[in-house]
């Protein structure tokens, strides 16, 4: 099955990773090519690639990046910012078929150097590390491994100590929980197997996840979101990780794109399984997600307990729990309307608060 991976349709599932991927990448271009404090190249590495589609001719990964090249290249002319795409697939065939797909590709006069690789990830990602280094560069790395041991410990402390960085890995988790008791997974010793054997199927991507999050070194920014993939019976999931704020919340928005409910899988997972039923409760609570109600209650009670203090630090709250903006202002408002805070005529919680000192606003709390 996995051999054939090419040889046949993309499934269900592969169509919701690719889609997941696509809006991301299209959001990171965006920010990239608009950035004026780098003047790059942009870089993006895709290095498990295939030869470029399935066999009907639906566009993997390696045809979305080109396409997404051509599609933005107005924005990139103006820029004057050099693309450089990497593929490598440790099967030779795949990537000579590749090599002759995009031979005639029209990049809508962008300029794009490509870069063709043969060989096994582990022995590639060497040649490719001081790339990633290359002074002012930007750089979206996306590994669509089978299977979970390629993407190893060291190689992630590696990658998220490098600025710029922007990755996006596959995961097959479903696999981590049925062989967690067999030992075979030393490359991915970190993740805490007892726990993960105990939890049940919808939390474990969260669970790797985080233990991915705890080899980060301490003192280091770098923000991390999962997103659960059901493809069959199966789970997988995808990690992504960024050393920028701003990178965690474009990956937030794609995924609230291609998950318009919940946000972090493309299955109804166990704990939002009321979400299927066909009779709307009486509770408007019942009604909506159980994530969303949660990050609601969490938001309240931080902002209650003094724990977030300004505006600021409610969005990297929210930013960080896999929300947007939009959800933040929703409490925000809840709790002017119930006098739990006093309402001032300007509270940003958008993107510019990061960046603006001068939209700080202290939270004053109403009965104090
Ligand atoms: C899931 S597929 C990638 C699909 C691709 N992203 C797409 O959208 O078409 C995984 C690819 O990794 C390749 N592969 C398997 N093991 C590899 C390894 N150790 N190093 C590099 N490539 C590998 C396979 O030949 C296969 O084409």
Redesign the pocket.
């Known amino acids: 099955m996995v051999e054939k991976?090419?040889d046949i349709t993309f499934d269900h599932g592969t169509h919701d990773k690719?889609k997941l991927f696509k809006a991301s990448l299209s959001r990171w271009l965006v920010v990239v090519i608009n950035d004026r404090y780098f003047e790059g190249p942009i870089q993006i590495f895709?290095?498990?690639?295939?030869p470029g589609c399935d066999v009907d001719g639906t566009s993997?990964?390696p045809l979305i990046i080109c396409e997404l090249i051509a599609g933005n290249s107005t924005r990139l002319l103006k820029s004057g910012k050099k693309v450089v795409i990497i593929f490598?697939?440790?099967?030779v065939k795949?990537i000579k078929e590749l090599q002759e797909r995009l031979s005639s590709f029209d990049f809508n006069g962008v300029s794009v150097k490509i870069q063709y690789f043969g060989e096994?990830?582990?022995s590639v990602i060497n040649e490719l590390l001081p790339q990633m280094r290359i002074k002012n560069s930007f750089n979206y790395v996306f590994l669509?491994?089978?299977g979970v041991t390629?993407v190893n410990g060291d190689l992630f402390k590696i990658m998220c100590s490098i600025p710029r960085v922007d990755l996006l890995f596959f995961m097959a988790t479903s696999f981590l929980k049925r062989f967690a008791n067999t030992g075979c997974f030393s490359e991915v010793d970190f993740i805490d197997m007892k726990k993960l054997l105990k939890l049940p199927s919808h939390l474990v991507h969260r669970a790797v996840a985080e233990d991915f999050s705890k080899l980060v070194p301490t003192g280091q920014e770098y923000y991390m979101a999962p997103f659960s993939l059901k493809k069959g019976p199966n789970l997988y999931g995808l990690i992504f990780g960024s050393s920028h704020i701003k990178g965690l919340r474009q990956f937030n928005e794609a995924c609230w794109k291609v998950s318009q409910l919940i946000g972090d899988a493309n299955w109804i997972t166990e704990e939002e399984k009321h979400l299927e039923s066909e009779q709307l409760s009486l509770f408007e609570d019942a009604n909506r997600p159980n994530r969303l109600n949660a990050f609601e209650r969490d938001l309240e009670c931080a902002i209650i307990s003094k724990e977030l203090t300004n505006n600021r630090e409610i969005y990297l709250f929210t930013i960080t729990k896999g929300f947007m903006p939009k959800h933040a202002k929703d409490v925000w408002k809840n709790m002017v309307n119930s006098k739990k805070v006093v309402n001032v005529k300007r509270f940003p919680i958008n993107d510019d608060v990061w960046k603006k000192h001068k939209e700080l606003v202290s939270i004053e709390l109403c009965h104090e």
């Open positions: 991976f090419h690719l895709d290095l498990f690639s295939g993997g990964s490598n697939d440790s099967n795949k096994s990830f582990k669509d491994q089978f390629e």
